[in-house]
C-alpha cells in the first residue's frame, strides 16, 4: 500500500510539474498575478510529493521488501542498515529519483526563498524549473520506475554491489547531485532572464548563491568520491580521467566560471551575455554528465544502467533543453547590452581570463572524453583517450590559472595597472620561487613536478593572505588585523577559495611526485623496509563480517624501531554478490600516508603485499574542502541574506 | 543487469597493479616498464590501463611487456608492438596523426581563439569609453551599483 502510495505519489508530481510548468508561464507572459502565483504552492507540493515517493522507497529498502524488484536485485537482509539506505540510490532508478527529489527541493527553495523576487522573474524561474521536472519524471515514469512489483517475490535479495558497500555511497552522491541538480537553478534563472528580456545585477545578485551552493557542492560530491575511490579501490589512485569522473569535473569547471563572471554582472553589469551562456552550458554538461553515466555510451568503470533506450531518452531530453534554451539565447543575446567601461588591465579583464582558461580546460576535458565517440563513429578509427593525455591536455590551463589568479584578485575594478598590482607581490612571488628552487635542488630527480607545484601552493597560499592584507586598509598593523577581521565574509570567502585550491594543487603535485611503491611477497613474521619505516607482517586471520568473509592481516610499521602504527588490510569475499574486494588499511597523517594491501596466498607460502608512502595524500581533499568552505563563507555574506539584492531601479508595474 | 553485473564484476575485480612474481630484478628495468604499463590499455577491461586491472589479459600484457623490455626494445618498439596487434585502442595516449590531430590541437585552438575574442571584447570595451561617456542617469545607476 505504502509503496503504490509512493508510485502515485510520483505520477502526482508528474500532473503537479506539468500545471507548473504552463500557467505560471503564461500568467508572467499576460501579468496575471494569480496565474503567477500558482507557482509557489505548486512548486512545495511537487517537493512534498516526491520526497514522500522517495520515504516509500527507502522504506521498502530499509524493511526489505522483495516484492519490488529494486530491492530485490540491489539488497540483502543482512547489509548493515546504513547501506540498506544508501542502497537507495546505488543504483539507476533510486538516483533517478534522488535527482528529481534534489530538483524539486532546489525548486522549493527558489519558491519559499525568493520572495524578494520580481513576481514574473520568480513565476518564470518555478516554471523553467518545473519543465526539467516534467522531463526527468517523465523519464523515471516510463522508462525507470523504481516501483516494479515482483509476482512472485523471492526469499532474499541479490545484495548490493559490494564496492558501494561503504560510507562513500551514502554521502558522495548525494552532494554530487546536490551540485549538478543546483547548477538547474542557474538555468532555470538564465532562461527566465532571457524570456523576460533582462539582466542587470540584481539578476546576478539573485542567481550568483545558487550557483555558488550548486559550485560548494559539487566540490564536496568530488572530493568525497576521489577520497573513496583512494582507499576503496586498492592501489591509492585519486584520479582516473574516467569518463563519468569527466562528468562531474566539467561542470564543476563552467560553474567556477559562471561564480566569477557572476560578479563582473554583478558589480560591473558587464560580460552578461557570456555569463547567460556559461549558465546555460553549465546545466547543459550536467545533463551530458548523466547522460555518459546512464547510457552506456562511452565505457567507463563505473557506468551504471548502460540501457540504450533510456540514453536516447536523456539525449532527447539534453536536445530539447539545450537547443531551446541556446535559440532563445541566440534570439534574445541582443537585449544584453553591456554597461560597464573597463580598460585592457582591469578586474574585469583578470575575470574574463579567468573564464576563458576555465572553460577551455573544459572545453579540453569535454573533446577528450567524447573524441572515442567521434573517433569511431566519423573516422571508423577506435582508440581510447586515457589519462597521459588529459594529463598533458589539461594541467596547463590550471597552471596557467593558479599564476594569474593572486595577481587578478588584487587588480582594482575599471582601470589598473600590472606593476602597481605586482609592486605588493615580488615578496611573495620571490618566496614561492624561492621555495620551488630549494625543492628543485634536493629532489633526485629530474621531474619538473614537485617544484612547479609547490610554487604554485605557496603562490596561491600566500597571494590570498596578501589579498586580505591589502583590503585591510592603511595604519597601525594591529588596527589592520581588527578591520581584516571586520571584512565582509565575501572577501574572507574569495581567500580561502582560493588557498584552498593552492592547497590541492600542492597535495597533488606532492603526492604524484613522491610517491613511494613496494610490491612484493612477504612471509609471517618478516619485516621489510619501505622507505623510512619498517614493515613486519605479524600476522594473517580469517574474520567474518555481517555479509562478507575476510583474510585479514596484522600488520606493524615501525620508524626508528618507534612504533607507528598497527595496520589491519583485508581482502574480503562478499558470498551473496560472489564478488571480492581490498580493504587497505592507511595510517593517515598530515606529512604522509602509509597505504598497505594485502593479496593472495602465493605458491611458496608468504602473501602479496604492497605498501605504499603516499606524501600529503590528505592535503588534496582538505584543499577542496577548503575551497567549499570559501564557498560558504561567501554565501553566507551579508548582502545575500539582507535584503539580498532588491532590484534597485524600478520593477516595471505592469509585472505585478 | 546482465550487463550491469558484469560491468560491476569488472569494478569490483580489487584493482591490482603488477603482481610480485611478474616483477623484473632490474629496478631500472622495472620502473621503465611500469611506466610502460600506465599507457597500454587493457583492451578487456573498462578504461583501465594494464597497470591497475588484473584481468588475465591485463597480466599477459604485463609479462609480455616485461619480456620486450628485458628484450632491449625501447619504449617506442613495446608501444609499437602493441600497437600493430590491437591497433589504436590499445594506446592510452592516443596517437597524434590523422584526424587525431583535432583531438591535440583542440585545446591550444581554442584558447587562441578566445584569447582573440576575448581582446577583440576589451578593445571595444575601452574604446566605448572613449566614443560614448556614460549618460547621467547610467553614471547615477553606476554610482548606486558601486556603493552597494
Redesign the interface.
Known amino acids: 500500500m505504502f509503496i503504490e502510495l509512493g508510485h502515485f505519489a510520483l505520477i502526482l508530481a508528474f500532473a503537479v510539474a506539468i500545471v507548473q510548468t504552463i500557467v505560471p508561464m503564461i500568467g508572467a507572459q499576460k501579468g496575471w498575478s494569480g496565474w503567477m502565483a500558482l507557482a509557489e504552492p505548486a512548486a512545495t507540493v511537487q517537493f512534498l510529493l516526491i520526497a514522500y515517493s522517495f520515504a516509500a522507497l527507502t522504506y521498502a529498502f530499509v524493511s526489505s521488501d522483495f516484492s519490488l524488484l529494486l530491492v530485490v ?1 540491489n539488497s540483502h537482509t543482512a547489509k548493515p542498515l546504513l547501506y540498506k539506505i544508501s542502497g537507495v540510490w546505488g543504483n539507476h532508478e533510486g538516483s533517478m529519483l534522488l535527482w528529481v527529489l534534489i530538483l524539486t527541493l532546489f525548486g522549493a527553495c527558489a519558491a519559499w526563498f525568493g520572495g524578494n523576487l520580481p513576481p514574473s522573474l520568480r513565476a518564470r524561474v518555478l516554471a523553467v524549473q518545473s519543465s526539467i521536472g516534467v522531463a526527468f519524471l517523465a523519464f523515471i515514469l516510463f522508462t525507470s520506475n523504481p516501483f516494479m512489483r515482483l509476482a512472485v517475490p523471492p526469499m532474499n535479495g541479490q545484495d548490493l ?3 558501494l558497500q561503504d560510507p562513500g555511497l551514502a554521502f558522495h552522491p548525494p552532494f554530487l547531485y546536490l551540485g549538478y541538480v543546483g547548477l538547474s537553478m542557474s538555468f532555470s534563472f538564465a532562461v527566465a532572464a532571457l524570456i523576460e528580456g533582462r539582466v542587470d ?1 540584481a539578476w546576478a545578485r539573485w542567481v550568483r548563491p545558487w550557483t555558488l551552493a550548486a559550485w560548494v557542492f559539487l566540490t564536496i560530491g568530488i572530493a568525497l568520491g576521489s577520497w573513496w575511490a583512494y582507499y576503496e ?3 591509492g ?1 585519486f584520479w ?1 580521467w ?2 563519468v569522473e569527466n562528468a562531474s569535473f566539467m561542470p564543476w569547471l563552467i560553474a567556477a566560471a559562471l561564480l566569477h563572471s557572476a560578479i563582473v554582472v554583478e ?4 560580460l552578461k551575455s557570456w555569463t547567460i551562456l556559461l549558465a546555460i552550458l553549465a546545466f547543459g554538461f550536467s545533463l551530458i554528465g548523466t547522460f555518459i553515466v546512464r547510457s ?1 555510451v562511452l ?8 540501457d540504450p533506450e533510456r540514453g536516447v531518452f536523456i539525449l532527447i531530453i539534453l536536445g530539447v533543453f539545450m537547443g531551446g534554451a541556446l535559440t532563445l539565447y541566440a534570439a534574445r543575446a541582443g537585449v544584453m547590452e ?7 588591465v582591469s578586474r ?2 583578470a575575470l ?2 579567468n573564464n ?2 576555465l ?2 580546460a573544459a ?2 576535458v569535454f ?2 572524453t567524447i ?1 572515442p565517440l567521434v ?1 569511431e563513429l ?2 571508423d ?9 588529459f594529463n ?3 594541467t596547463p ?1 590550471i597552471v596557467a590559472l593558479a599564476v594569474v589568479m593572486p595577481i587578478g584578485a588584487i587588480l582594482p575594478w575599471k582601470r589598473a595597472l600590472i606593476g602597481r598590482a605586482m609592486q605588493k607581490l615580488w615578496g611573495i612571488l620571490a618566496l614561492s620561487f624561492a621555495i620551488g628552487a630549494l625543492v628543485w635542488v634536493m629532489q633526485t630527480e629530474r621531474s619538473m613536478l614537485a617544484p612547479v607545484g609547490i610554487f604554485l601552493g605557496v603562490w596561491l597560499v600566500s597571494g590570498a593572505c596578501v589579498d586580505l592584507w591589502l583590503r585591510s586598509g592603511r595604519g597601525a598593523i594591529g588596527a589592520r588585523f581588527a578591520r581584516m577581521s571586520r571584512l565582509p565574509r565575501a572577501d574572507w570567502g574569495k581567500a580561502v577559495a582560493h588557498a584552498g585550491m593552492g592547497v590541492t594543487i600542492f597535495g597533488i603535485a606532492a603526492l604524484t611526485a613522491w610517491d613511494i ?1 613496494d ?3 612477504a612471509n609471517i613474521g618478516e619485516g621489510f623496509t619501505v622507505g623510512k619505516y619498517e614493515i613486519t607482517l605479524e600476522k594473517v586471520e580469517q574474520v567474518q563480517g555481517p555479509n562478507y568473509f575476510s583474510t585479514q592481516a596484522e600488520m606493524t610499521v615501525t620508524r626508528n624501531g618507534k612504533h607507528v602504527s598497527t595496520l589491519f588490510p583485508e ?1 574480503r569475499v562478499y558470498p551473496v ?1 560472489a ?4 580493504e587497505a588499511a592507511i595510517d593517515n597523517g598530515v606529512l604522509r600516508d602509509i597505504y598497505l594491501v594485502i ?1 593472495d596466498v ?1 605458491d611458496g607460502g608468504g602473501y ?1 603485499v ?1 605498501t605504499y608512502i603516499k606524501p600529503f595524500a590528505n592535503w588534496i581533499w582538505a584543499g577542496a574542502i577548503i575551497m567549499a568552505l570559501g564557498g560558504f563563507l561567501s554565501l553566507s555574506d551579508r ?1 545575500y541574506r539582507v535584503a539580498a539584492g532588491a532590484r ?2 524600478a520593477v516595471p508595474v505592469a509585472a505585478e | ?1 546482465k ?2 553485473i558484469l ?15 611478474e ?1 623484473l630484478a632490474d629496478p631500472v628495468l622495472e620502473e621503465r616498464a611500469q611506466a610502460l604499463d ?2 597500454i ?1 587493457c583492451v578487456q ?5 594494464i597497470a ?1 586491472s588484473n584481468a588475465d589479459w591485463a597480466r599477459d600484457a604485463r609479462l609480455m611487456v616485461r619480456e620486450l623490455v628485458s628484450g632491449g626494445n625501447t619504449d617506442t618498439e613495446v608501444l609499437d608492438f602493441f600497437l600493430a596487434r590491437y ?8 596517437k597524434s596523426d ?3 590531430i ?3 590541437i ?2 591550444p585552438v ?2 587562441l581563439l ?2 582573440g575574442v ?1 581582446g577583440l ?3 571595444r ?2 574604446q ?2 572613449v566614443q560614448a561617456p ?1 549618460s547621467e542617469a ?1 553614471e547615477a ?2 554610482r ?3 556603493e ?1
Open positions: 536485485s554491489n559490494p564496492l545585477a579501490l586498492g592501489w589512485g582516473f574516467d569518463p558589480k560591473r553589469e558587464s552506456g565505457t567507463s568503470v563505473h557506468a551504471f544502467a548502460n553591456a554597461k560597464g567601461v573597463f580598460s585592457v574585469e579583464s574574463l581570463l576563458i582558461l572553460a577551455v572545453f579540453v573533446v577528450g573524441w573517433a566519423l573516422f578509427r577506435p582508440l581510447s583517450v586515457g589519462p597521459p593525455f598533458l591536455a589539461f590551463f611503491e610490491i612484493r611477497v581482502k554478490a564478488m571480492p574486494t581490498t593479496g602465493q602479496a604492497r548582502r534597485k531601479s | 543487469m550487463r550491469i560491468v560491476l564484476v569488472l569494478l569490483a575485480s580489487p584493482i591490482w597493479a603488477v603482481e610480485p612474481d616483477m600506465h599507457e590499455r577491461c573498462q578504461s583501465e590501463s591497475s591497433g589504436d585502442v590499445v594506446l592510452m595516449r592516443p590523422g584526424a587525431n583535432i583531438l591535440w583542440a585545446g581554442m584558447l578566445s584569447l576575448g571584447y576589451l578593445r570595451r575601452r566605448t569609453v556614460l547610467d545607476r553606476l548606486e551599483i558601486l552597494e
